[in-house]
T-cell receptor
């Protein structure tokens, strides 16, 4: 049973526009959510996180929104740049330190 | 501050052999977690060590084991390798449990 799902395996966006990556979860015990960016054959790079007590967290071009009632979070990248092209994973954590990852979304930003 | 380092970066083994992977966390980080990434299963949690004790374990067979040393460095061992163990093995460290985890570059293991 996938507790964290990213239903869009890929997303293509024009440079300068907004990229919106979505993530759904089923476990209401998750209390902390993270987004990671990953290039092939490299480890994930931490981007941004959000606690379950918040509904929004912003860091530069990256904003994460959390809708607890819908068990949904999203990552907004504005403006999108070609260097943002990578696979993005959302991850959730509950008590303990085990990250549960979604399947990833491949973002392609076209110049 | 140096990031998480993992050695070796690439490894080729044959079925039945065993392998040991090493991870050095970010200085000051006491929690080390291991993950396996495969095309079919995605990123899956293996186990977490904190202050030399295994605190959490994922759903992997007993062939997968690990340990942590007093300097927080960690090793992961896989015995009796199977073809399906071919994967990218990632190590992540954090200051404490439930803090943000930072990943190393991974070890690419190929089992022939």
């Amino acid at each position: 049973d996938q507790q964290v799902k990213q239903n869009s395996p890929s997303l293509s966006v024009q440079e300068g526009r907004i990229s919106i990556l979505n993530c759904d979860y089923t476990n209401s015990m998750f209390d902390y959510f993270l987004w990671y960016k990953k290039y092939p054959a490299e480890g994930p790079t931490f981007l941004i996180s959000i606690s379950s007590i918040k509904d929004k967290n912003e860091d530069g071009r990256f904003t994460v929104f959390l809708n607890k009632s819908a068990k949904h979070l999203s990552l907004h990248i504005v403006p999108s740049q070609p260097g943002d092209s990578a696979v993005y994973f959302c991850a959730a954590i509950n008590a303990g330190n085990m990250l549960t990852f979604g399947g990833g979304t491949r973002l392609m930003v076209k110049p | 501050k140096a990031g998480v380092t993992q050695t070796p970066r690439y490894l080729i083994k044959t079925r039945g052999q065993q392998v040991t992977l090493s991870c050095s966390p970010i200085s000051g980080h006491r929690s080390v977690s291991w993950y396996q990434q495969t095309p079919g299963q995605g990123l899956q949690f293996l186990f977490e060590y904190f202050s030399e004790t295994q605190r959490n374990k994922g759903n992997f067979p007993g062939r997968f084991s690990g340990r942590q040393f007093s300097n927080s460095r960690s090793e992961m061992n896989v015995s009796t390798l199977e073809l399906g163990d071919s994967a990218l093995y990632l190590c992540a460290s954090s200051l404490e449990t439930s803090d943000t985890q930072y990943f190393g570059p991974g070890t690419r293991l190929t089992v022939l």
